[in-house]
């Protein structure tokens, strides 16, 4: 089926994230087990680096990263990628950086990565997990463009007052757990909303059930996308058309 979408978005991020038991080989650190999953990916991430002694882990909505000590490979789609994958012994992210256009793409990219983590001993996944971040910046109200009930600071102070106003919401849904966190995060008070969902699987399952659960967690995702926004918004998303 051919996936609905609108003519523009809001995406900054989206990041889906893998943890599986260890790789000894990766562990230790070895460059030339890590070239086995390189040479698979290699014609969409034509770009490596070795970060010795490193793991990176991405922390958003600001987007730095966290060094331990641990070897991690990232690989990319340009010099200046827009599409990164890191692979460290026990975990795999593929991070899209402001360049999501369908899920149909970035699923097609989840499976050639886990096409080639395959090659390893991996039969088990003990953490799957799937984040998307809106930035809505509108020359707009935005009041006018996200679900009212998000406005949860509506009419205790003057807007013209607020400096940060962030929530946050976990919840269980079905199988998963639920992250939501949205709000106005800066000091461009009510210039900019975000809309940040963090969708977990968290129970050990077998390596080829992510497929099914990435889009389980898409579909989730996109319905609770859809009770965060308004009328407004969805037309300025399909470029006009109501």
């Known amino acids: 089926m051919k996936e609905k979408t609108y003519i523009k978005n809001y995406l900054t991020d989206v990041i889906f994230e893998v943890n599986f038991p260890p790789i000894l080989e990766l562990m230790g650190g070895d460059d030339q087990y890590a070239s086995i999953f390189q040479k698979n990916i290699v014609d969409k991430f034509p770009y490596s680096e070795i970060k010795k002694g490193e793991e990176i882990t991405l922390n958003v909505p600001k987007i730095k990263s966290e060094r331990k000590k641990i070897n991690s490979w990232l690989f990319k789609d340009d010099v200046i990628p827009k599409k990164i994958v890191i692979l460290n012994y026990n ?3 593929l991070h899209y950086k402001k360049h999501y256009t369908t899920f149909n793409d970035f699923f097609e990219t989840i499976q050639l990565i886990f096409d080639a983590l395959c090659k390893y001993p991996v039969r088990k996944v003990e953490y799957i997990g799937m984040r998307y971040i809106n930035q809505i910046d509108e020359n707009k109200n935005l009041e006018d463009l996200i679900n009212e009930k998000l406005h949860i600071t509506s009419g205790f102070v003057d807007k013209d007052d607020i400096l940060r106003s962030m929530h946050s919401l976990e919840f269980r849904k079905e199988d998963y757990v639920f992250n939501f966190n949205f709000g106005y995060p800066n000091s461009r008070a009510m210039k900019e909303f975000v809309l940040d969902y963090i ?15 990435a889009r389980e967690m898409n579909k989730i995702i996109k319905e609770y996308f859809e009770k965060s926004i308004s009328k407004g918004l969805r037309e300025i998303m399909n470029g006009g058309r109501k």
């Not at 969708?199 to 659960?213: H, L």
């Open 91 to 93: 975990k795999i992210v």
């Open 199 to 213: 969708c977990k699987y968290k129970e050990v399952t077998d390596i080829n059930n992510v497929s099914k659960i």
